[in-house]
T-cell receptor, first 117, second 114 residues
Framework: EPEVTQTPSHQVTQMGQEVILRCVPI?????FYWYRQILGQKVEFLVS????????KSEIFDDQFSVERPDGSNFTLKIRSTKLEDSAMYFC???????????????FGAGSRLTVL | AQSVAQPEDQVNVAEGNPLTVKCTYS??????LFWYVQYPNRGLQFLLK??????LVKGSYGFEAEFNKSQTSFHLKKPSALVSDSALYFC????????????FGQGTTLQVKP
């Protein structure tokens, strides 16, 4: 079964450092998402991406965050200068369609745990 | 704004007994509702969804959910719980706009005891 893969599974970084989290969505999917889950809390939407541009972003997704799809397969989330409160599990997800029988079924990766010291 | 609420942080049930995990929603327009499950150190896995049609939706691993428009609820159910069903369960609703994002509830931990 196709899956979304994320790397690294765990990254530890110092506050103020840049971090790039990588995702390979399912190959025929068109819609891409990043979510965040702080330990023990709910899964929060960060950003959606379609047709090589951001389609929606949340209040959490401030200027420290950016996304890109550099080569048509990878989908990356960059945090420019990490803060302690960025420590969380980051999930990438992708979806094929927004309408019809498969509408909105997001397939999630296993996540990248980011620890900021 | 679209939102879902899961009123229980944890549900405990004995193996073999029926289980219910509750979810209520608030949406403008027709709701697209989902249930996902998260096992420890894993991503979220899709269980089932309601978009239109029959109010009783069947999904993976023997789970089902009942859409109730008058009560704005979408409770997850299973007739006979297994210990392996123990996990974190999230209800979700499609967000407004046309980006396909999902908005998740706070999650309910299901503990099935032998």
């Amino acid at each position: 079964e196709p899956e979304v893969t994320q790397t690294p599974s765990h990254q530890v970084t110092q506050m103020g450092q840049e971090v790039i989290l990588r995702c390979v969505p399912i190959s025929n999917h068109l819609y891409f998402y990043w979510y965040r889950q702080i330990l023990g809390q709910k899964v929060e939407f960060l950003v959606s991406f379609y047709n090589n541009e951001i389609s929606e972003k949340s209040e959490i997704f401030d200027d420290q965050f950016s996304v890109e799809r550099p080569d048509g397969s990878n989908f990356t989330l960059k945090i420019r200068s990490t803060k302690l409160e960025d420590s969380a599990m980051y999930f990438c997800a992708s979806s094929a369609v927004l309408a019809g029988p498969g509408a909105n079924v997001l397939t999630f990766g296993a996540g990248s745990r980011l620890t900021v010291l | 704004a679209q939102s879902v609420a899961q009123p229980e942080d944890q549900v405990n049930v004995a193996e073999g007994n029926p289980l219910t995990v509750k979810c209520t929603y608030s949406v403008s327009g027709n709701p697209y509702l989902f249930w996902y499950v998260q096992y420890p150190n894993r991503g979220l896995q899709f269980l089932l969804k309601y978009i239109t049609g029959d109010n009783l939706v069947k999904g993976s691993y023997g789970f089902e959910a009942e859409f109730n428009k008058s009560q704005t609820s979408f409770h997850l159910k299973k007739p006979s719980a297994l210990v392996s069903d123990s996990a974190l369960y999230f209800c979700a609703v499609r967000g407004s706009g046309n980006t396909g994002k999902l908005i998740f509830g706070q999650g309910t931990t299901l503990q099935v005891k032998p």
